[in-house]
């Protein structure tokens, strides 16, 4: 018989604007909107000690801290643009450490801009 191992996965959003200064393309320069998806699939390490719950609050908290900015103004994106792929890049880094605080692993996130580009990690142990 096979061993189960058992994931979450949590969707959440938010809203947030950026500019793109690397793009050949003049009418990206400019600031734009998009309502992020982030889709994180998670292990409770001690389902005793950890929920869903509480990994859904702790996520949608660290959304929070960019929902309704110019990303390129916040601490993590002055000196880094903010792209697709390096606004993945920072979520599954700080989601990791704090998830892991909670007994939570991550295991996956997916961030997309649009229902048709996403930029996934899948995170190696």
């Known amino acids: 018989m096979a061993t189960k191992y058992r994931t979450y996965k949590i969707r959440a959003f938010f809203n947030a604007s950026h500019s793109l200064a690397t793009t050949t393309v003049k009418r990206d320069k400019k600031t734009h909107n998009?309502?992020?998806e982030v889709v994180c699939e998670v292990h409770l390490n001690d389902p005793e000690?950890?929920?869903?719950?509480?990994?859904?609050r702790l996520i949608s908290n660290t959304l929070n801290?960019?929902?309704g900015h110019k990303l390129n103004?916040?601490?993590?994106?002055?000196?880094l643009e903010p792209t697709l792929?390096?606004?993945?890049?920072?979520?599954?880094?700080?989601?990791?450490?704090?998830?892991?605080?909670?007994?939570v692993q991550l295991l996956r996130?997916?961030?997309g801009?649009?229902?048709?580009?996403?930029?996934c990690i899948t995170m190696m142990r």
């Not at 000690?49 to 859904?56: G, L």
């Not at 103004?73 to 000196?79: D, G």
């Not at 801009?113 to 930029?119: A, E, K």
Request: hydrophobic share 40%; no cysteine; charged share 30%.
């Open 73 to 79: 103004h916040l601490e993590p994106f002055r000196k």
């Open 113 to 119: 801009i649009s229902p048709l580009r996403y930029y």
């Open 49 to 56: 000690k950890a929920d869903a719950d509480q990994a859904n």
């Open 85 to 103: 792929e390096n606004v993945t890049e920072y979520l599954a880094d700080e989601l990791d450490v704090d998830l892991a605080a909670k007994k």
């Open 109 to 111: 996130i997916e961030v």
């Open 65 to 67: 801290t960019l929902s």
């Open 34 to 36: 998009h309502t992020w």
